[in-house]
């Protein structure tokens, strides 16, 4: 995603968000993100890839109000949320959508727009993206020695207990399943609308949207009172950048590994060569 999203780097301190990003992973929020980028003219945070593209810290803070009761602890939650979007002006995706209370009030003069998608080929999107991922039991190993890829499992098992989709259920623990967050579920699809339901609990109705990508620019314009752009909305291809996206932390991990394994190698090659120099006559 970083490719076609670029870094998510903040801008300026005292931006704050105009828009909070509601929907889940794989409703469009590639695409939403650079929308946003273009109607508010300024940076935008797609919380999916800045946990992995920008210092490891903000994965590490991630992790530690996933972790954190939201009652005992709001105003932790609440500090280390307004820390990390500092300098946007906007932000999309989980884990941020797993704060819309939380931000809502952090921001209160921002919008809460949940993108939308058709709730049975949003869960089969999300399938293919499961066959993307390392399966859980591996993460330990292949991210150990990447900074902020190895919190990928500690950041993966503190979303898990939340009100909200665990995004890759089948790499969790039976404890923290779909249907022990969300009993009882007749379908895994149906989480659109509990997430729906839950967002018009925590959000009033005054500053809560729900906007399908495939409606393009006017309803999205409309809701930010801004002129719609003299340009195609884009449509990004979210499934490919996602792909594209684990398959370079993937390959950046392996290559990591290679060049750990060869100076391994060439220092017991060097450890050879000293004894054999210096150590025969010891």
Same mark, same amino acid.
């Given at each position: 995603?970083?490719?076609?999203?670029?870094?998510?780097?903040?801008?300026?301190?005292?931006?704050?968000?105009?828009?909070?990003?509601?929907?889940?992973?794989?409703?469009?929020?590639?695409?939403?993100?650079?929308?946003?980028?273009?109607?508010?003219?300024?940076?935008?945070?797609?919380?999916?890839?800045?946990?992995?593209?920008?210092?490891?810290?903000?994965?590490?803070?991630?992790?530690?109000?996933?972790?954190?009761?939201?009652?005992?602890?709001?105003?932790?939650?609440?500090?280390?949320?307004?820390?990390?979007?500092?300098?946007?002006?906007?932000?999309?995706?989980?884990?941020?959508?797993?704060?819309?209370?939380?931000?809502?009030?952090?921001?209160?003069?921002?919008?809460?727009?949940?993108?939308?998608?058709?709730? %049975?080929?949003?869960? $089969?999107?999300?399938?293919?993206?499961?066959?993307?991922? =390392?399966?859980? &039991? #591996? !993460?330990? @190993?292949?991210?150990?020695?990447?900074?902020?890829?190895?919190?990928?499992?500690?950041?993966?098992?503190?979303?898990?207990?939340?009100?909200?989709?665990?995004?890759?259920?089948?790499?969790?623990?039976?404890?923290?399943?779909?249907?022990?967050?969300?009993?009882?579920?007749?379908?895994?699809?149906?989480?659109?609308?509990?997430?729906?339901?839950?967002?018009?609990?925590?959000?009033?109705?005054?500053?809560?949207?729900?906007?399908?990508?495939?409606?393009?620019?006017?309803?999205?314009?409309?809701?930010?009172?801004?002129?719609?752009?003299?340009?195609?909305?884009?449509?990004?291809?979210?499934? %490919?950048?996602?792909? $594209?996206?684990?398959?370079?932390?993937?390959?950046?991990? =392996?290559?990591? &590994? #290679? !060049?750990? @394994?060869?100076?391994?190698?060439?220092?017991?090659?060097?450890?050879?060569?000293?004894?054999?120099?210096?150590?025969?006559?010891?």
């Amino acid at each position: 995603m970083s490719s076609i999203l670029g870094p998510s780097l903040p801008g300026d301190p005292s931006l704050t968000p105009r828009v909070i990003g509601a929907g889940y992973s794989r409703t469009g929020t590639v695409s939403f993100t650079i929308a946003l980028q273009k109607l508010l003219n300024g940076p935008v945070c797609h919380t999916g890839s800045v946990c992995f593209n920008r210092e490891e810290a903000i994965i590490k803070q991630f992790c530690a109000i996933g972790k954190a009761d939201p009652v005992k602890d709001h105003a932790l939650i609440n500090n280390t949320l307004r820390g990390i979007f500092a300098g946007y002006v906007g932000l999309t995706d989980s884990p941020g959508s797993m704060y819309v209370g939380e931000l809502a009030e952090v921001y209160p003069d921002a919008v809460v727009i949940c993108t939308t998608r058709d709730a %049975e080929r949003w869960w $089969e999107s999300v399938q293919e993206l499961e066959k993307t991922v =390392v399966a859980f &039991w #591996m !993460q330990d @190993i292949l991210f150990a020695p990447m900074p902020s890829l190895r919190y990928f499992k500690t950041f993966v098992m503190s979303m898990a207990p939340s009100e909200v989709l665990v995004t890759f259920p089948s790499f969790t623990p039976n404890t923290h399943t779909l249907s022990t967050v969300y009993p009882p579920l007749n379908t895994l699809p149906d989480h659109l609308q509990i997430h729906a339901e839950y967002l018009k609990r925590v959000v009033p109705s005054s500053r809560l949207f729900f906007f399908d990508v495939k409606d393009g620019w006017a309803p999205l314009c409309k809701i930010l009172e801004c002129p719609i752009p003299d340009e195609p909305f884009p449509h990004a291809n979210e499934n %490919e950048a996602m792909q $594209e996206f684990f398959a370079g932390m993937f390959r950046a991990a =392996v290559v990591r &590994w #290679m !060049q750990i @394994i060869a100076g391994g190698g060439l220092l017991a090659v060097f450890g050879v060569w000293i004894y054999g120099r210096y150590g025969a006559g010891y």
